[in-house]
Structure formats: C-alpha cells, structure tokens
Nanobody, 123 residues
Framework: QLQLVESGGGLVQPGGSLRLSCAAS????????IGWFRQAPGKEREGVSC????????DYVDSVKGRFTISRGNAKNTVYLQMNSLKPEDTAVCYC????????????????WGQGTQVTVSS
C-alpha cells in the first residue's frame, strides 16, 4: 500500500512545541518534495512548509518563519516538522503531501496526501 501517515499532533499551551512526523509506506521520500499544509476551521488549506527533493531547499510561509523547521529523517522515509513557540492561531489539522517535482505552495500540485493530524494550541 502506498500512503503517507502523519503523527505527533496534540494539545499544547501557547509557547509550547510539537514535532510532526510524516512517514511513507511502500516507497521512500528521497525523490519527492514534501510539503506540510494546514487547515484551520473555516479557513482555506494553506501551505506551511516544503522541503525540496534534491538540494534540500526549505520554504516557509511568513507566519511560521523562525518558529518551524522542516527536515528529512535519516531513515529516508520520514519528514519532520518541528514547531516551536506555538500560537493559538497555529491550531489546525496538519497534512503532509508528496510531489515528484519541485516544491510548490499549491495543494493541487501534490498527488499523495496523509490523513492529517490535529494540532491544538490553547491555554
């Protein structure tokens, strides 16, 4: 079975941290750009971060720059999103997605998606 599975979501207080994982099943992620997206209630799904397939270039939406870090795991089938200094506005369902080309901020450019993991930031 070919799929992506997110994990690591949960409930944290403002200023706290979470590390999300995106694990591939049935393939490795070496040749894929991996993007993280999130969707808050009542809002459009937005691109949060992306790591390129070859040179490791990393992209971030302005609202998370300096707080989030995307990286590839040593196992080659996992991508992480380290989220620090979390804010209530970071509350969303977070998805990872794979693309066999360059990074993109457009949801439609990604063909394989995980099921999502809930991130809630609240006091």
């Amino acid at each position: 079975q070919l799929q992506l599975v997110e994990s690591g979501g949960g409930l944290v207080q403002p200023g706290g941290s979470l590390r999300l994982s995106c694990a591939a099943s049935g393939f490795t992620l070496d040749n894929y750009a991996i993007g993280w997206f999130r969707q808050a209630p009542g809002k459009e799904r937005e691109g949060v971060s992306c790591i390129s397939r070859r040179d490791g270039t990393r992209d971030y939406v302005d609202s998370v720059k300096g707080r989030f870090t995307i990286s590839r795991g040593n196992a080659k089938n996992t991508v992480y999103l380290q989220m620090n200094s979390l804010k209530p506005e970071d509350t969303a369902v977070c998805y990872c997605a794979a693309r066999g080309f360059a990074c993109s901020a457009y949801r439609s450019d990604f063909g394989l998606w995980g099921q999502g993991t809930q991130v809630t930031v609240s006091s």
